[in-house]
T-cell receptor, first 113, second 118 residues
Framework: DAGVTQSPTHLIKTRGQQVTLRCSPK?????VSWYQQALGQGPQFIFQ???????QRGNFPDRFSGHQFPNYSSELNVNALLLGDSALYLC????????????FGSGTQLSVL | AQKITQTQPGMFVQEKEAVTLDCTYD???????LFWYKQPSSGEMIFLIY??????QNATEGRYSLNFQKARKSANLVISASQLGDSAMYFC???????????????FGKGTKLSVKP
């Protein structure tokens, strides 16, 4: 049973570019959340997708957008990259309506130069 | 105001000894969940233990136990019989509300770096 998988594992971009990160949830999960973890900090919630729609959003600008596909996988897009976007981006999945823990992937380390 | 406070940036513990990692939280929602995650250098957040605000007993999962003091709004993690593989970052997190369908997202503290000495 595969857990949460994220790709790519590492990515280097330059300021102003756009990036797409991908996430496949754990088998049986239908809800995907994205978190940004800056160096030395705890993860911060970006947004959550359920039934292919953004359901909750944290305090992140519109440059951060996402998508969920019918197979529950998800993408995180960041436009007009800034140096401050350099971080570990974590995807987490869960099953809607249950009171269970989130399962996290190993993350995508994004470096913006 | 911070929702989750972890006051210990770093901790050292001798192998085979017990260690307590502190966490205090702030919420006015009667329904909330408290979580502890471990993050090794690989980056993955590994779930350790969960405590619901309505749970009467403190949660335990193997060598991990959660010392839940509701009135003091604290949820300390106790690791018994520390092992070298326990060296990692540990994050306390809260979800409010905690019930299904309208679950909030996780709010994390800044973490505590635990180092286990042989």
């Amino acid at each position: 049973d595969a857990g949460v998988t994220q790709s790519p594992t590492h990515l280097i971009k330059t300021r102003g570019q756009q990036v797409t990160l991908r996430c496949s949830p754990k088998s049986g999960h239908d809800t995907v959340s994205w978190y940004q973890q800056a160096l030395g900090q705890g993860p911060q919630f970006i947004f959550q997708y359920y039934e292919e729609e953004e359901r909750q959003r944290g305090n992140f600008p519109d440059r951060f957008s996402g998508h969920q596909f019918p197979n529950y996988s998800s993408e995180l897009n960041v436009n007009a990259l800034l140096l401050g976007d350099s971080a570990l981006y974590l995807c987490a999945s869960s099953f809607e309506g249950t009171n269970e823990k989130l399962f996290f992937g190993s993350g995508t380390q994004l470096s913006v130069l | 105001a911070q929702k989750i406070t972890q006051t210990q940036p770093g901790m050292f513990v001798q192998e085979k000894e017990a260690v307590t990692l502190d966490c205090t939280y702030d919420t006015s929602d009667p329904s909330y969940g408290l979580f502890w995650y471990k993050q090794p250098s690989s980056g993955e957040m590994i779930f350790l233990i969960y405590q619901g605000s309505y749970d009467q007993q403190n949660a335990t999962e193997g060598r991990y136990s959660l010392n839940f003091q509701k009135a003091r709004k604290s949820a300390n993690l106790v690791i018994s019989a520390s092992q070298l593989g326990d060296s990692a970052m540990y994050f306390c997190a809260m979800r409010e509300p905690d019930y299904g369908g309208s679950q909030g997202n996780l709010i994390f503290g800044k973490g505590t770096k635990l180092s286990v000495k042989p």
